[in-house]
């Protein structure tokens, strides 16, 4: 199985601030990364896919890039309604696997 | 626009089969592939499986041996069911459309599954 690691678990940030989110896949996955937001009782929003293709509807302000086996995600001037848990996907195989999550809360 | 629900009972006794249906809107079974996904609560994501109607189903093999899903064209709707369940198996489940190259997009809204006597 394709491990995704995340980092960091957690993280502070203010409105207006640019945070970046890093995900390290256990092997080559080329660009099949995708990016998902969640907010507290809410199931998973699709972000990002192919690691840097935005979603239709998305805000501009959130963008992926990497390949191979280091991808990030990354939000410019935080807003917020940004304020979430953020999970990157590999879709290269199955099992598809996540990462573990990346928590961004108000500073 | 394309509509899940999920629903089911909200506690299983531990060792018994764990059953839930999604009820798809907005677009017909035959039209996509679906897939279940679930969270324990406070915890990560976990994929279980992804399926077209008329089948080519993709489990996950940590799961593959207690795992069928099945799809109801008449309803509109497709199920998981999961056997022998134990406390492990508490989490949220989803039901969500498998799109592109495999990610998730939209999902449901979740139902939290409680295994416990």
């Known amino acids: 199985d394709i491990q995704m690691t995340q980092s960091p678990s957690s993280l502070s940030a203010s409105v207006g601030d640019r945070v970046t989110i890093t995900c390290r896949a256990s092997q080559s996955i080329t660009s099949y990364v995708n990016w998902y937001q969640q907010k507290p009782g809410k199931a998973p929003n699709l972000l990002i896919y192919a690691a840097s293709s935005l979603q239709s509807g998305v805000p501009s302000r959130f963008s992926g890039r990497g390949s191979g086996t280091d991808f990030t995600l990354t939000i410019s001037n935080l807003q917020p309604e940004d304020f979430a848990t953020y999970f990157c996907?590999?879709?290269?195989?199955?099992?598809?696997?996540f990462g573990g999550g990346t928590k961004v809360e108000i500073k | 626009q394309v509509q899940l629900q999920e629903s089911g009972p909200g506690l299983v006794k531990p060792s018994e089969t764990l059953s839930l249906t999604c009820t798809v809107s907005?677009?017909?079974?035959?039209?996509?592939?679906w897939s279940w996904i679930r969270q324990p609560p406070g915890k990560g994501l976990e994929w279980i499986a992804y399926f077209y109607y008329s089948g080519n189903t993709n489990y996950n093999p940590s799961l593959k041996s207690r795992v069928t899903v099945s799809v109801d064209t008449s309803k509109n709707q497709f199920s998981l069911t999961l056997s022998s369940v134990t406390a492990a198996d508490t989490a949220m489940y989803y039901c969500a459309i498998r799109a592109g190259s495999n990610w998730f997009d939209p999902w449901g809204q979740g139902t939290l599954v409680i295994v416990s006597s």
């Open positions: 907005g677009a017909s079974i035959s039209s996509y592939y």
């Open positions: 996907q590999q879709s290269y195989s199955t099992p598809l696997t």
